[in-house]
């Protein structure tokens, strides 16, 4: 059974950097992309980007000069940075699998979800 | 404003059926057959519920399908029961550099 485990702090102070980290387990994490999923209160799901274990990235145009995405293969593990964040950064930060991989673009495990609240 | 417009709400009682809409643009949603769509409680996960436009997730009960025409992507839910009651998302790939847009999601109430 695949879980991921999401962890990092709940609330960033403006102009910070975002900080989470999710962990993979019950799977390899070199099998899969992993992407980053956010829900602002009020609105819908955005996308916020994915990684590969071979460091190949891609993201939301509307997020990609503020939006670092690694990947640790020897900890399972995949982060997300989001810098100079405001208070439209308050949101819900998902991590899922993504499955790029086989070409089908869908996601389907999920972390827990941690609400980040940017606020000083 | 979502790339995918969905209505913000719909409802129906139990035993009924209802129809949640997606609509996008032939950069997304027409041109390829990758819709899926997820089930959200607060608090919880979201879960996969329909892939490829149709086909149903692991596990899904067959009172939830998915179907299209054209631009336009929708999620059927037979014999409502009371905990369907949730939001629903869907979502498309949109070519390499977009990767995948959402909707705005659609909160369903079960009367």
């Known amino acids: ?120 | 404003q979502s790339a995918l417009t969905q209505p913000a709400s719909v409802s129906g009682s139990p035993g009924q059926s209802v129809t949640i809409s997606c609509t996008g643009t032939s950069s997304d949603v027409g041109s390829y057959t990758l819709v899926s769509w997820y089930q959200h409680h607060p608090g919880k996960a979201p879960k996969l519920m329909i892939y490829e436009d149709i086909k149903r997730s692991s596990g899904v009960s067959n009172r939830f399908s998915g179907s299209k025409s054209g631009s336009t992507s929708s999620l059927t839910i037979s014999g409502l029961q009371a905990e369907d009651e949730a939001d629903y998302y869907c979502c498309s790939y949109a070519g390499s550099s977009t990767h995948v847009v959402f909707g705005g999601g659609t909160k369903l109430t079960v009367l």
């Open chain 1, 1 to 120: 059974q695949v879980q991921l485990q999401q962890s990092g702090p709940g609330l960033v102070k403006p102009s910070e950097t975002l900080s989470l980290t999710c962990t993979v387990s019950g799977d390899s994490i070199n099998n899969y992309y992993w992407s980053w999923i956010r829900l602002p209160p009020g609105k819908g799901l955005e996308w916020i980007g994915y990684v590969h274990r071979t460091g190949t990235t891609n993201y939301n145009p509307s997020l990609k000069s503020r939006v670092t995405i690694s990947v640790d293969t020897s900890r399972n593990q995949f982060s997300l940075k989001l810098s100079s964040v405001t208070a439209a950064d308050t949101a819900i930060y998902y991590c899922a699998r993504d499955r790029k991989d086989s070409g089908d673009y869908y996601f389907d495990y999920w972390g827990q979800g941690t609400l980040v609240t940017v606020s000083s």
